[in-house]
């Protein structure tokens, strides 16, 4: 069975700061990797997805995300933070190889930007 | 284009009564997923459907929990006698369905709010 954590129900930075959010999965076949985002009373938007190719991932809002197959890790960064970073972040995995795109999610980290 | 909607947007319903919620995708979408976010739980897969059928669904908690898609469009998750551990935010995502792919991106509405009292 597959998995996800994210180290850190909240992370707390500064406006102009680095944002680095934590994932790992555990899972016996490398999965496809995904990062979504949730505003407040908003569904889910896609960040960014791993697939296949380039282990660097760039995605919406200058957001990216680098698989570490080594380290079973999908962490997202980005260099600066803005105040409309503010949102719940999610990891999350679905497995390769089977029908459909069944989603497992990780806990969720909420990210406060201070002015 | 419109997104994936939702309704209601919230629900409240005592103890023991049924409550039906709606999901219409985007259009021309074939895949359809519910999933349920609680503060206990997290975010949580509920079923997969692919066109009207229902190939995944491992994650329906109890079979006060079902589901039906007709149409290959709307769908419809209904959960009888509802309890109070059944409040939480239910999510519905479409995507465009691609077999044993899993890369599809899902579009998910803004969820339906159900407390149960």
């Known amino acids: 069975a597959q998995s996800v954590t994210q180290l850190g129900s909240h992370v707390s930075v500064s406006e102009g700061a680095l944002v680095l959010l934590r994932c790992n999965y555990s899972?016996?076949?490398?999965?496809?990797l995904f990062w979504y985002v949730q505003y407040p009373n908003q569904g889910l938007q896609l960040l960014l997805k791993?697939?296949?190719?380039?282990?660097l991932v760039k995605g919406i809002n200058g957001f990216e995300a680098e698989f570490k197959k080594s380290e079973t890790s999908f962490h997202l960064t980005k260099p600066s933070a803005h105040m409309s970073d503010a949102a719940e972040y999610f990891c999350?995995?679905?497995?390769?190889?089977?029908?459909?795109?069944?989603?497992?999610f990780g806990g969720g980290t909420r990210v406060l930007v201070k002015p | 284009g419109a997104g994936v909607s939702q309704s209601p947007s919230n629900k409240v319903t005592e103890k023991g009564k049924d409550v039906e919620l709606r999901c219409d995708p985007i259009s021309g979408h074939t895949a359809l997923y519910w999933y349920r976010q609680s503060l206990g739980q997290g975010l949580e897969f509920l079923i997969y459907?692919?066109?009207?059928?229902?190939?995944?669904k491992s994650g329906l908690p109890s079979d006060r929990f079902s589901a039906e898609r007709t149409g290959g469009s709307v769908s419809t998750l209904t959960i009888q006698r509802t309890q109070q551990e059944d409040s939480a935010v239910y999510l519905c995502?479409?995507?465009?369905?691609?077999?044993?792919?899993?890369?599809?991106?899902?579009?998910f509405g803004p969820g339906t709010r159900l407390t149960v009292l």
């Open positions: 999350a995995v679905s497995p390769k190889g089977a029908a459909g795109n069944k989603l497992t």
């Open positions: 459907f692919q066109g009207n059928s229902a190939p995944d």
């Open positions: 899972s016996s076949v490398p999965p496809y």
């Open positions: 791993y697939t296949t190719g380039a282990t």
């Open positions: 995502a479409s995507s465009l369905g691609s077999l044993g792919g899993g890369t599809d991106t899902q579009y």
